[in-house]
């Protein structure tokens, strides 16, 4: 092919190779395929590192969720997770005495602690403490009756002390004959209460306590990102993108593990390669 003399690749000597001679509009169609294609290939590798096809596994023998009592100042924090039709917990109030949660009979209560059912774990007393189901018969330290030996099905218990917190761990399940029953998907209102800090051995009237609303939900073994409903479609996203470097996998509530510098990483890698393409080329 020979160039026309006014080409800016022209020269007055020789002839213009064929790939300089390709016309400009061509060339410029050229680069917007690559770069398109370019796109699509990052895209794809960015969606992928970003959760499509992609679950982590989940262990529902293990805490999911912590929740600080209301009204608690941070005094009483609990760890807990729904499965297999059990309820685990972990109670950990700060310094020494004992800590409790209840379920009461009626979910809309106002005076809520008569009727109610309590876990109630009590440090010392008996080696290793003791970790109890209790009636709320009324709002005195002798209506708080340990349910009858036949109906102590907790699982799982334990009181452990150290210098500045008593840990009560236990598992119940969600519906037991003859008491309330804890909904495992759904709200649930619960009460709180602790001890006097030093008490050991025995119950006595609370110093702190309090009532709260909490959804439950079950654990699932194995939780999908929502990206995985169209693993087909691969999209380049660039919502909140940046240029820093590559950071820990961001961790969601439901347990999805993402690593966002690969998707950093991708827009870097097209923009040099472009700015080449089209330094060389144009």
């Not at 003399?5 to 169609?29: D, F, K, Q, V």
């Not at 699509?40 to 596994?57: D, E, Y």
């Not at 452990?160 to 037991?176: H, S």
């Not at 009237?205 to 929502?226: E, I, N, R, W």
Request: hydrophobic share 40%; aromatic share 8%.
């Amino acid at each position: 092919i020979e160039v026309n003399s006014t080409s800016r690749y022209a020269s007055s000597n020789h002839h213009t190779p064929i790939y300089l001679g390709i016309m400009p509009h061509l060339r410029r169609r050229a680069v917007v395929a690559f770069v398109s294609a370019f796109a699509v290939t990052t895209g794809t590798f960015a969606a992928a590192a970003n959760g499509v096809q992609r679950r982590s596994a989940v262990d529902c023998t293990e805490y999911q969720h912590t929740f600080e009592m209301p009204f608690s100042g941070g005094a009483v924090v609990m760890d807990y997770v729904v499965s297999d039709d059990t309820f685990r917990a972990r109670l950990t109030r700060q310094g020494t005495g004992w800590v409790g949660l209840a379920v009461p009979e009626d979910p809309n209560c106002m005076n809520c602690m008569k009727n109610s059912d309590a876990v109630i774990g009590v440090p010392g007393g008996v080696p290793g403490g003791s970790v109890l189901k209790y009636d709320l018969e009324s709002y005195m330290v002798d209506g708080v009756v340990p349910m009858e030996a036949s109906m102590q099905t907790l699982l799982e218990t334990s009181v452990e002390e150290n210098e500045f917190f008593t840990i009560v761990t236990f598992a119940k399940k969600l519906k037991e004959d003859g008491e309330n029953g804890i909904n495992g998907n759904g709200p649930n209102t619960f009460l709180w209460a602790m001890g006097p800090e030093g008490l050991r051995g025995q119950l006595a009237y609370h110093t702190l306590k309090g009532k709260f609303q909490l959804d439950l939900t079950p654990c699932d073994v194995a939780t999908t990102s929502p990206e995985a409903e169209s693993p087909n479609m691969p999209v380049l996203d660039m919502t909140g993108a940046t240029l820093d470097d590559d950071g820990p996998p961001v961790t969601s509530a439901a347990g999805t593990a993402t690593t966002p510098g690969i998707l950093r990483g991708g827009i870097i890698k097209l923009t040099a390669v472009c700015s080449l393409f089209l330094t060389y080329f144009m």
